[in-house]
């Protein structure tokens, strides 16, 4: 099992894994967080494809724009990262999630780095109370870019990428981004690298198999899901709520896992995603991001990039292939093998939802 902080909550049909955790009470906050990861799964993947994504980074970008904006997109974005919960109960949450998360959190068992950076193109003008935003919540101050320039841009973006998260993204995922009417760029990123509390040990391979006539032969870890190939069904059916109860309903058991040593990094274009949220037709010049600037606004695309890793000793960024388990010495062992498409979160504290994927198609075994 994960460590206390940052846990793998992996589903298929069932939940899988179970955690030996307390948590105190669920705020609506939390409830809200965890249905807009649910649901960002839900319209993002396809069928059995595989698919990796960070609800903690999008939220906090669309909290960034959720400031600039008034009337009824306000109204939507408060909804979507707060639900029920009032203004002042979303500032002081993602002010909370901010300073306990931007920059590195190390100890020794996970590093946690989050971080965001805002830029305006030169010549733009821009409220004075968006330097105040960027320093109070995410520790930024505002940067500019030249248009000319988008190389150099990329190179900057990188290094800055480099330093925070140790990786980069590829030039053409910037240029290619930043249009002639492009005026402003906000990024944001995440980085995660955690260690099993019990570590696997040791190595095979084996079949997973992404349908009822499609396998594929990987290096697997230990486990055991009761119907197969429903996934599909339970992406529909779930919800954040359940997510939480899945993990805070979580017994203490001994439990024989299998599964696949696996890696995905995915650049993915959020608009239309976000179109069924009721967001991106809403980022239009006639509503304006007012709070930003006086000048005419808009948002045309978010692009999200994301990697993750799971191996024998560790989550996050480095892995080779290969299969691991570890056995329990109890005949009443519970046996749980991941040896086709699944679901899976990596949540913090129960508030914050890191990653969230399907490990399917296209899954690097």
């Known amino acids: 099992m994960m460590i206390n902080q940052a846990i793998i909550a992996m589903l298929f049909l069932i939940t899988c894994i179970q955690f030996v955790l307390i948590f105190g009470e669920s705020t609506q906050m939390d409830y809200a967080q965890f249905n807009f990861a649910v649901r960002l799964i839900r319209e993002t993947v396809r069928s059995d494809q595989s698919v ?12 960034m724009i959720y400031h600039a904006t008034d009337g009824e997109m306000k109204q939507r974005l408060q909804k979507i990262l707060g639900g029920n919960a009032r203004k002042m109960e979303i500032q002081r949450y993602f002010s909370k999630i901010l300073a306990d998360n931007v920059g590195t959190r190390n100890n020794n068992n996970y590093i946690l780095n989050i971080a965001n950076r805002f830029y305006v193109r030169q010549g733009f003008s821009m409220k004075p109370s968006l330097s105040y935003i960027l320093q109070f919540y995410y520790g930024e101050k505002l940067h500019h870019f030249n248009y000319e320039q988008r190389n150099h841009l990329a190179q900057e973006i990188n290094n800055w990428l480099s330093d925070k998260i140790n990786r980069k ?5 910037i240029t290619t981004n930043i249009k002639p009417e492009t005026k402003i760029l906000i990024l944001n ?8 509390k019990e570590q696997f040990s040791r190595e095979a391979k084996s079949i997973f198999h992404i349908s009822h006539n499609k396998k594929k032969k990987v290096n697997l870890v230990i486990i055991l ?6 996934l599909l069904s339970v992406r529909e059916k779930m919800t954040g709520r359940d997510l939480i109860m899945y993990i805070k309903n979580a ?4 439990v024989k896992i299998k599964l696949p040593k696996f890696g995905l990094r995915q650049e993915l274009n959020l608009e239309d995603t976000l179109k069924k949220f009721g967001i991106m037709d809403s980022f239009s010049e006639n509503d304006n991001l007012k709070r930003l600037s006086d000048n005419p606004i808009s948002v045309s695309s978010i692009i999200h990039d994301a990697f993750f890793e799971v191996n024998e000793g560790e989550t996050g960024i480095a892995a080779e292939i290969g299969i691991n388990s570890f ?5 009443n062992v519970v046996i ?7 679901l899976y979160f990596v949540v913090k504290n129960l508030q914050i939802v890191l990653f ?10």
């Open 52 to 63: 990796i994504l960070s609800p903690a980074s999008i939220s906090t970008a669309l909290f």
């Open 169 to 173: 993204i590829t030039e053409l995922m």
């Open 251 to 254: 017994i203490p058991t001994e």
């Open 327 to 331: 056995d329990f010495p109890s005949k």
């Open 225 to 230: 899901p009761k119907i197969r190939f429903n």
């Open 336 to 342: 749980f093998n991941a040896d086709q498409p699944f």
């Open 189 to 196: 990123a995440i980085c995660f690298k955690g260690t099993w």
């Open 356 to 365: 969230a994927g399907q490990c399917g198609y296209f899954c690097s075994f």
